[in-house]
């Protein structure tokens, strides 16, 4: 009878030791440092279960035992806690860090940048071709000049019309807190004018020193009542929502019958050929002070201003001289 109940004991013991040895060898997987070599970000779909996003990380190379994972999860408390999303996992992340990167961690944040001066057939084509968004946009979804230009922050998942929407509501709000810092002087009788002028800065220049100078010429122009003369608007008067002629303009062009063409047309145009960005629209609503009428490109990147029609067309000549010997390299 003693021998029965020392063997009883002695298997018991046998037992408890081989769990608690299990158990601790499968802690010490589950803790350690898995087989990652690099960052990664991986994808949790909407409706993946437990099982499907072990394997999803065994596949992708992030953890090496996916029951060992369900296990640790179950232990922890977790298991239910892991959410969609899309989530960046470090070098050698373990399997315990994993699971909690999905339950508590933070979704991968992607940025898209519409750049200033895009038409916004342009930027559609953008937060279209932009990874990890859902849903589409249609055309017109949004008018010319509608959308601010800048970089816009989102996770995988959101819909493509919610970020056009934020950008429709940025531009909305940008207008309505630059208006009322306007300088009292010009002549923009509502804030979509600012909109439509900044447009035409924005195409005309890249460089942010010239933009209120250039201003101040199209404003010296609205107030003679002269045309503002902006090759921009005849090439959006051809090419509206496409944003790029592909080709010099000529003079049969600066003739098209087009109330976008400023060559013909007196005043504004009936709308924006682009969305412009923060600094147009403050240069539009805040000209420099100079009585220039005139400036042409100086072949720098940056333009030639003028007072009078004679210093620009010493300008216009200067620079056609300066085209010619860029081709012919002398």
């Given at each position: 009878?003693r021998t ?6 002695i298997?018991a ?7 608690l040895?299990g158990?601790?060898y499968?802690?010490?997987q589950?803790r350690?440092p898995g087989?990652?070599q690099?960052?990664?970000?991986v994808v949790i779909?909407r409706g ?8 999803l990380?065994r596949r992708?190379g992030?953890i ?11 232990y922890e ?9 899309e ?7 373990s ?6 990167v999905i339950?508590f961690g ?8 519409i750049?200033?001066g895009?038409?916004t057939?342009?930027?559609?084509q953008a937060v279209?071709a ?6 589409d946009?249609?055309?017109g979804v949004?008018?010319?000049g509608?959308?601010?230009?800048e970089?816009?922050f989102?996770?995988?998942g959101?819909?493509?019309m919610g ?9 909305k ?5 630059l208006?009322p ?9 509502r804030?979509?004018?600012a909109v439509?002028l900044a447009?035409i800065?924005e195409k ?8 209120a ?10 107030r003679l009542g002269m045309?503002?003369?902006s090759d921009?608007t005849v ?9 790029a002629?592909g ?10 019958d087009s ?14 050929i682009?969305?412009p960005?923060?600094?147009s629209i403050?240069?539009?609503l805040?000209p ?7 400036f ?9 201003f ?6 620009h067309?010493?300008?216009v000549?200067r620079?056609r001289?300066f ?8």
């Amino acid at each position: 009878m003693r021998t029965l109940v020392r063997v009883s004991l002695i298997l018991a013991l046998i037992a408890v030791v081989t769990v608690l040895a299990g158990f601790l060898y499968l802690r010490e997987q589950y803790r350690s440092p898995g087989p990652l070599q690099a960052e990664k970000a991986v994808v949790i779909e909407r409706g993946m279960s437990v099982a499907g996003i072990a394997d999803l990380l065994r596949r992708e190379g992030i953890i090496e035992s996916p029951r060992v994972f369900r296990l640790g999860l179950r232990y922890e408390n977790i298991y239910h806690s892991l959410k969609a999303g899309e989530f960046a996992f470090p070098p050698r992340v373990s399997m315990q860090q994993a699971g909690a990167v999905i339950a508590f961690g933070k979704p991968v944040i992607r940025r898209l940048t519409i750049a200033e001066g895009l038409t916004t057939n342009q930027v559609l084509q953008a937060v279209r071709a932009a990874d990890g968004l859902t849903g589409d946009v249609s055309d017109g979804v949004a008018a010319e000049g509608a959308l601010l230009p800048e970089t816009y922050f989102y996770s995988w998942g959101d819909s493509r019309m919610g970020l056009v929407n934020r950008m429709r509501t940025a531009m909305k709000e940008t207008v309505m807190r630059l208006w009322p810092k306007r300088r009292p002087s010009i002549r923009l009788e509502r804030p979509e004018d600012a909109v439509i002028l900044a447009s035409i800065i924005e195409k005309e220049t890249g460089v942010d020193g010239e933009r209120a100078r250039i201003s101040s010429v199209f404003h010296n122009r609205l107030r003679l009542g002269m045309r503002l003369q902006s090759d921009p608007t005849v090439v959006y008067a051809i090419a509206g929502g496409e944003g790029a002629l592909g080709r010099a303009l000529t003079r049969a062009d600066l003739a098209v019958d087009s109330p976008y063409n400023t060559y013909s047309a007196f005043g504004l145009p009936p709308g924006p050929i682009a969305n412009p960005g923060v600094a147009s629209i403050e240069a539009a609503l805040n000209p420099g002070d100079g009585d220039e009428l005139y400036f042409v490109a100086d072949g720098t990147g940056g333009h030639a201003f003028a007072k009078t029609l004679a210093s620009h067309n010493r300008n216009v000549a200067r620079y056609r001289r300066f085209l010619r010997q860029q081709e012919t390299g002398r």
